[in-house]
């Protein structure tokens, strides 16, 4: 088994269950499955405490996990939680159902925008999403090797901060919502066919519908044409996303959003 430091409040919880690390996303964090619950290790942040916060708050809201134990120890955030049943909707056993993992996300999305907003207590409006991009840009955080095959290339933007100052001019009005902020198919989980949970909730608060439809639209894409993986499926109509929603797309809004995704 992985030798990995645990404190000892979270190690009394834990005892001695058997672990399997988690490969999947989770970049700069550390994920350590057990059978009924998760440990999540990753440098302290102010995101590492909206997760916390926006988990807490989510209780009895939404079908997301039930934080255990929170502590912070030399800059590291521990978060012991409940585990979600169910299997990430990228699965393969999801994904060769086209039609029905398209339906369950667009469920999962109603869901979301179902909470009530009114008490939130995170903003993540464009102001401040785009205050957040900026000191990014700023602190030289954005690679553009990390963008410039992507979204952001093909705009032909040559500095992150062109792309920073092309967003900032170019605001959509929003349509304002619970949103997840990271809606991709690794943190919606299902069981039977059915949503199961949420997970991931970072960067979750009050923000425009379109950005968590845009983040859904483009991680149907990436997984089921084969980016994180060589295994492509076929029969994804991804038009059938706006119809299980109802709504026209809107690529305008679209492209902001995957856009302003390429600065975090």
Same mark, same amino acid.
């Given at each position: 088994m992985d030798t990995v430091y645990i404190p000892k409040p979270i190690l009394d919880l834990v005892r001695d269950q058997p672990f399997e690390l988690d490969s999947v996303g989770h970049s700069g964090s550390k994920i350590l499955l057990f059978s009924d619950k998760v440990l999540k290790i990753q440098p302290y942040s102010r995101d590492t405490v909206a997760? !916390?916060?926006?988990m807490k708050w989510l209780e009895n809201k939404l079908p997301v996990p039930k934080c255990l !134990?929170?502590?912070?120890?030399? /800059?590291?955030d521990y978060l012991l939680m409940s585990r979600i049943a169910?299997?990430?909707s990228c699965d393969d056993e999801y994904?060769? /159902?086209a039609q029905t993992v398209v339906k369950i996300l667009a469920d999962g999305l109603k869901r979301l925008w179902q909470v %009530?907003?009114?008490?939130?207590?995170?903003?993540?409006?464009l102001e401040s999403k785009l205050a957040?991009?900026?000191?990014?840009? %700023?602190?030289?955080?954005c690679d553009i090797e990390d963008w410039k095959d992507s979204a952001g290339g093909a705009?032909?933007?040559?500095?992150?901060?062109?792309? !920073?100052?092309?967003l900032s001019n170019n605001r959509p009005n929003e349509e304002l919502v619970f949103s997840h902020g990271d809606y991709c198919l690794p943190n919606i989980f299902v069981k039977e066919h059915e949503l199961s949970g949420f997970i991931d909730l970072g960067h979750s608060g009050v923000a425009d519908k379109w950005h968590d439809i845009a983040l859904c639209y483009r991680s149907l894409i990436h997984n089921?044409?084969?980016?994180?993986?060589e295994k492509t499926y076929d029969g994804f109509d991804l038009s059938l996303l706006f119809c299980e929603l109802g709504v026209e797309p809107d690529w305008e809004k679209i492209n902001y959003y995957i856009l302003l995704d390429e600065l975090f």
């Open positions: 997760e !916390y916060e926006m !134990y929170h502590l912070v120890e030399n /800059d590291t169910g299997k990430m994904m060769t /159902d %009530d907003i009114k008490a939130c207590p995170m903003n993540r409006t957040e991009a900026k000191k990014r840009v %700023d602190a030289g955080l705009h032909g933007f040559n500095t992150p901060m062109e792309l !920073y100052n092309w089921s044409t084969g980016k994180f993986s």
